[in-house]
C-alpha cells in the first residue's frame, strides 16, 4: 500500500487545457473544424458494412468539401508543375485528386478500428494560419499518433489544407513526390490514369 501511495505521489499531473479560456476567432474555429472531421469520419467507420462502399465515399466526399481546401491541396500535391497545366488539365487534375482522395478514405474507414482523438495544442502562426495538434490512439496499440493539421482561413471560413503525422511528414510533401515519379516517367496523362486504376481498385472489396 505504501509503494502504491508513493508511486500515486509520484505521477505528474495532467497538463492543463489549452483549449479552455478565451480562444482567438481563429483558433476557435480551427479546433472546431478538426474536431467535426475527427468526429464525422469516426461515424461513418462506426456504421461500417452497414454502407456500401458508394455510400461512405458520398458521406466523406461531403465532409472533404466542408472541411478542406481540396482546391489548395490538389495543387500543391502536384507540384511545382501545376503553373504549365491548362485550365483544362487542371480541372480534371482537382476532379481526379478528389475522388482519388475519398475514394482512398472510404477503403480505410469501412470499418471502424475503436480510436480516440484529443486535442494536445494549438499554434496561431499568423492571422491567416492556425495548426491545431491533435493524438490519436487505437486499442491495444502503445504509441499514440501524433498529427498535425495545418488551417488556413479561405473565404472567411477555415480550412484544412494539410496533415502532418507524424508532425514532420507532410501529406501534401508525400503525394507530390509520389506523382513527382508517375510525372516524370508518364506526363499528366499517364498520372491520370494511375490515378483512375487506384481509384477503380478501392472500390474493391
Known sequence: MLVLAVVACATPPPP?????????PGVEESRDVVVRVQQST??????????????????LLKVGLANFDL???AELSYGPRYRDLSTAQR???LKTFILFRSSASAKLNSRDRGQSYRLI?????SKRLVIIRTGIRYPRHAVEIIAD?????????WKIF????????????MRRAEYRTILEKEG???LILDMDRRIAGYSVP
Not at 149 to 157: H, K, P
Not at 162 to 173: F, G, L, T
Open 149 to 157: 493539421y495545418r488551417l488556413m482561413s479561405v473565404a472567411g471560413e
Open 42 to 59: 469516426r461515424e461513418i467507420a462506426r456504421l461500417g458494412k452497414e454502407l456500401t462502399f458508394d455510400q461512405r465515399r458520398e458521406r
Open 121 to 125: 495544442s494549438f499554434d496561431q502562426v
Open 91 to 93: 480541372k480534371t487534375w
Open 71 to 73: 482546391s489548395r491541396m
Open 16 to 24: 492543463p487545457d489549452p483549449f479552455l479560456g478565451t480562444l482567438s
Open 162 to 173: 494539410d496533415r502532418n503525422s507524424p508532425p514532420s511528414v507532410s501529406e501534401n510533401a
Open 188 to 190: 499528366f496523362d499517364g
